[in-house]
């Protein structure tokens, strides 16, 4: 069993390198910038700045879920009948909106620090206690993203006509149901677009986490930049990444926006 | 043809319903809970740590650094609202090389994480340091805060710009063509009548705008400028004090909170005629 997924992994690994937009044996360091700073290798700073690359792009890639479930059960309960249950969500929402971002994440990264120091401490184990980063910036973008999701999700859940939910009674779906067969794909069309700046909008807090010390590509850059003393090549290069997973990103929305409306042009 | 001789006694009220206890109550009342505990929680955490000398040492600080981010956001909104205006004007203009040049800004700054332009003008710029002394910029560009004014200038117009261009082409084509129709020159259509109407849709954004930028402006910590983040982190990397954090999260929320209610005033007032 364990050769089996170790051969998995390595094979998914071999796949992943062929097919490495950066380093692999058709990526575009790989072929262009051979012979200057940007190679791959030990003697440029290629790979460690596709590194970064992978680590900011599955760092947004693993916050959208939590934030997205999170946002959707905060706007189920914004709309609830339930004044406590609202006021508890529009407190949360109040805070994570009105912090700036960087302080979110330093507050979760050295307060969950001080929190597991206290806890480690009370089962009797004294030294230092480390936080990941990566843990750390999903906690807190997640945070915040789901705050702005439910407002989103929201406004969605407001433009759903009545009917609909009473048209799913009159067939005697149940809630859940209702919920799932009839409201999730109106709100998804309505609140695509939303979601897809929160998208973006996520993908540049992902640069904050680099202040915490994860390799992202702002710390990989930056680290080049310090040692290369190229500062503008490499802060442009960073950019540019971050370009281009916007531009992939508003492909891949303006894609989903055409699946989700496929229904709409049948019409 | 008989009549009651007697008034009926009052019947007390019916009883009132019991309000069934549902889940969504317990939810409620459990997620109050946790925030109860969390701010007594952090009420405690504060006056055991208290101390008469950190505040009497750090108070001023951090007003001084509520200062510095106030100026900054104010000075570069403004000078951002102005530079907006070309920029919105390339993006609506039939000129492809202007509007293309127009788009490109635009894409850039919204596309990139402010705190990369940040790096790239405050560490980037000293590749360039021969150039710019020869032009007697250097000693601009040498200071962090001068650069993150310049930074959010340019972000904050690339924002503005979109928000300008998004609330003119809101206005219907028929108020264009009502001017038209009274013999109103151009320019006078646009400021009386386009203008107006677009600025109530853009009043929004704009409040938006300004609490991103109050947020954002956080980031000029990192390079050095000691706005209240900056105060915050040299006071916490001094005393080791997490409730430092604490009391620059109050302040932030605070600052938002303010000019989101502030906002929300204008609008209503400035709207009121549309009330129906």
């Known amino acids: 069993m364990q050769a089996a997924f ?33 190679a791959c290798g030990d003697t440029g700073w290629g790979d460690e700045i596709a590194h970064g690359f992978l680590i900011t792009a599955s760092l947004a890639i693993c916050t959208l ?18 004044k406590s249950l609202r006021l508890a969500t529009n407190i949360y929402t109040t805070i994570f909106r009105g912090l700036p971002e960087l302080l979110t994440l330093f507050i979760v990264y050295y307060g969950l620090q001080i929190v597991a120091q206290q806890m480690m401490a009370a089962m009797g ?29 929201l406004s969605a859940f407001k433009a759903i006509p009545r009917g609909q939910y009473e048209a799913g009674d009159a067939l005697g779906l149940h809630r859940g149901k209702t919920m799932r067969l009839i409201i999730l794909p109106q709100l998804v069309r309505i609140a695509l677009p939303g979601l897809g ?14 202040v915490i010390g994860l390799p992202d590509i702002l710390r990989q850059t930056g680290i080049a ?17 971050f370009l281009i997973l916007a531009m992939v990103s508003s492909l891949v929305f303006s894609a989903l926006e055409r699946w989700t409306k496929r229904a709409e042009g049948a019409r | 043809m008989s009549h009651a001789e007697t008034m009926l006694p009052a019947l007390p009220p019916p009883p009132e319903a019991m309000k069934r206890y549902t889940i ?9 809970g946790v925030w109860l505990a969390v701010s007594v929680g952090i009420f405690l955490f504060i006056v055991d740590s208290w101390s008469p000398e950190k505040f009497a040492k750090y108070g001023p600080s951090f007003l001084s650094g509520l200062r510095v981010t106030l100026t900054l956001v104010a000075i570069s909104v403004i000078l951002g609202g102005i530079l907006s205006l070309p920029i919105a004007y390339g993006r609506m203009t ?36 021969p ?112 409730q430092m954090y604490l009391w620059a999260a109050v302040l932030y929320l605070i600052m938002v909170e303010i000019l989101r209610n502030l906002w929300a005033w204008i609008e209503t007032r400035l709207t009121r005629h549309l009330k129906r």
């Open chain 1, 125 to 153: 184990y004294e030294g230092p206690v480390e936080i990941n980063a990566f843990v750390a910036g999903m906690i807190a973008l997640g945070v915040v993203f789901s705050a702005y999701c439910s407002e989103v999700l």
């Open chain 2, 131 to 242: 150039y710019l002394e020869a032009v007697g910029l250097w000693s601009l560009f040498k200071d962090a805060w001068f650069c993150a004014l310049f930074t959010f200038t340019l972000n904050t117009a690339a924002y503005q710009a979109e928000i300008l261009r998004g609330a003119i082409e809101s206005v219907p084509r028929g108020q264009h063509e009502g001017a038209a129709a009274l013999g109103l020159p151009k320019g006078v259509a646009f400021f009386k009548i386009i203008l107006p109407q677009a600025m109530i849709v853009a009043l929004r954004p704009y409040g938006n705008e300004i609490i991103l930028m109050i947020k954002g402006s956080a980031i000029v910590a990192i390079v050095t400028v000691f706005d209240l983040m900056g105060e915050t982190r040299r006071a916490f990397s001094r005393t080791y004090d997490f």
């Open chain 1, 65 to 82: 879920p939590i934030g997205l479930i999170l946002g959707f059960f905060i706007a189920l309960a914004k709309q609830s009948e339930e």
């Open chain 1, 6 to 38: 170790a051969a998995l992994s390595s094979i998914v690994s071999w796949v992943a390198s062929i097919i490495d937009p950066m380093c692999g044996p058709i990526g575009i360091f790989r072929l262009f910038a051979q012979d200057t700073l940007l």
């Open chain 1, 197 to 210: 700046n929160l998208w973006m909008a996520l993908l540049k807090d992902t640069a904050l986490v680099s």
């Open chain 2, 24 to 32: 969504s109550r317990l939810i409620g009342r459990a997620l109050l």
């Open chain 2, 94 to 129: 039939k000129n492809k090389v202007l509007s293309w040049i127009a788009y490109c800004y635009v894409y850039f700054f919204r596309g990139t994480p402010l705190i990369t332009q940040l790096f790239l003008v405050y560490y980037g710029l000293g590749t360039f340091r």
């Open chain 1, 225 to 241: 930049a310090r040692v290369t003393k190229n500062a503008f090549e490499f802060f442009s290069i960073a950019c540019l990444l």
